[in-house]
Nanobody
Framework: QVQLVESGGGLVQAGGSLRLSCAASGSIQIINVMGWYRQAPGNQRELVAVITGGGSTNYADSVKGRFTISRDNAKKTVYLQLNSLKPEDTAVYYC???????????????WGQGTLVTVSS
């Protein structure tokens, strides 16, 4: 079984920074696209950033220039560096993998449990 475990959320003042981490556990052979999504109260879950196995990235317009996604394939971990945080960045941030192969079995659309980021004004 594949699990995604997030860490790094918390409370920060506007203009501050946080770094989120998400590690995939299990006997994993291949991880395809890894990414971060977020969901604020009353809103739908939205894409924040994604990164392919080769390092290509894509960001939501609202976070471009402030957030940076990266991954360490050897550690099966994806990171999200959040800089210049704004109160509207307050949300639960979820790690996501679109496809992962573990012990010869492919899993689709795997989600982490979420980590809360709160930005105070």
């Amino acid at each position: 079984q594949v699990q995604l475990v997030e860490s790094g959320g918390g409370l920060v003042q506007a203009g501050g920074s946080l770094r989120l981490s998400c590690a995939a556990s299990g006997s994993i052979q291949i991880i395809n696209v890894m990414g971060w999504y977020r969901q604020a109260p009353g809103n739908q879950r939205e894409l924040v950033a994604v990164i392919t196995g080769g390092g290509s990235t894509n960001y939501a317009d609202s976070v471009k220039g402030r957030f940076t996604i990266s991954r360490d394939n050897a550690k099966k971990t994806v990171y999200l560096q959040l800089n210049s945080l704004k109160p509207e960045d307050t949300a639960v941030y979820y790690c996501h993998v679109d496809r992962v192969v573990s012990l010869g079995r492919m899993y689709f659309e795997v989600w982490g449990q979420g980590t809360l980021v709160t930005v105070s004004s």
